[in-house]
């Protein structure tokens, strides 16, 4: 069975330092892989997504994710975090060894906060 | 400009009374979903569907019903037998391809807070 571990419910770092949130996964299968935002009230936007292709990918606003598959993690990561960063952010595995759209599995969120 | 709407952006319930939330989307996408988000907890999938007249239940179907009667609208009804229906309410599309729903992306409407009385 296929599940997704955000390993921390909240990060906070400054204005212009690294942002990492930390994400793993188990699938029997080579999953999907998706980052998404969500701002308060609001609902979620892709940030980024992998389907087997280059393991480095490159999303918006200037964020990335490398997918690393002997340690099944899919960690987000930004060079400089911005006020604008502060957000609710979901990591998202999804099981191509079925058609069902409930093989579709939501992590539970990270909360990033951004201090001046 | 294409995108989902839903509405109401609030809704309250009272007791033993069913309510109706509205997904519309212009994407011209044949897939969606309508997802409940409680805190501190990551979406989990009530229903979708792929194709006009065709839908499928999610994880946490009861006490929820659906139709799919136009490909633009995705109706979610929150019947009397959901008894903890407080929670925020979002709807997604994607494309639909043969491949099925696991590669794509989905896009979210701004989504509804159901509140009960």
């Known amino acids: 069975a296929q599940s997704v571990t955000q390993l921390d419910s909240h990060v906070s770092v400054s204005e212009g330092t690294p942002v990492l949130l930390r994400c793993n996964y188990s699938?029997?299968?080579?999953?999907?892989l998706f980052w998404y935002v969500q701002h308060p009230n609001k609902g979620l936007q892709l940030l980024l997504k992998y389907t087997s292709a280059a393991t480095l990918v490159k999303g918006i606003n200037g964020f990335e994710a490398e997918f690393k598959k002997s340690e099944t993690s899919f960690h987000l990561t930004k060079p400089s975090a911005h006020m604008s960063d502060a957000a609710e952010y979901f990591c998202?595995?999804?099981?191509?060894?079925?058609?069902?759209?409930?093989?579709?599995?939501f992590g539970s969120g990270t909360r990033l906060s951004i201090r001046p | 400009d294409g995108g989902i709407t839903q509405s109401p952006k609030y809704l309250f319930r009272k007791e033993g009374q069913n309510v109706t939330l509205s997904c519309e989307q212009n994407?011209?996408?044949?897939?969606m979903y309508w997802y409940r988000q409680d805190p501190g907890q990551g979406l989990r999938l009530i229903y979708y569907?792929?194709?006009?007249?065709?839908?499928q239940k999610g994880d946490i179907a009861e006490g929820y019903s659906v139709s799919r009667e136009k490909k633009e609208s995705f109706p979610l009804t929150v019947t009397s037998a959901q008894k903890n229906p407080t929670a925020f309410y979002l709807c997604?599309?994607?494309?639909?391809?043969?491949?099925?729903?696991?590669?794509?992306?989905?896009?979210f409407g701004p989504g509804t807070r159901l509140l009960v009385l």
């Open positions: 569907s792929q194709i006009v007249n065709d839908f």
């Open positions: 699938s029997s299968y080579s999953p999907s």
């Open positions: 998202v595995v999804s099981d191509p060894g079925g058609s069902s759209a409930s093989k579709i599995i």
């Open positions: 994407l011209n996408h044949d897939a």
């Open positions: 997604a599309s994607s494309i639909g391809t043969s491949g099925g729903p696991m590669w794509e992306t989905q896009y």
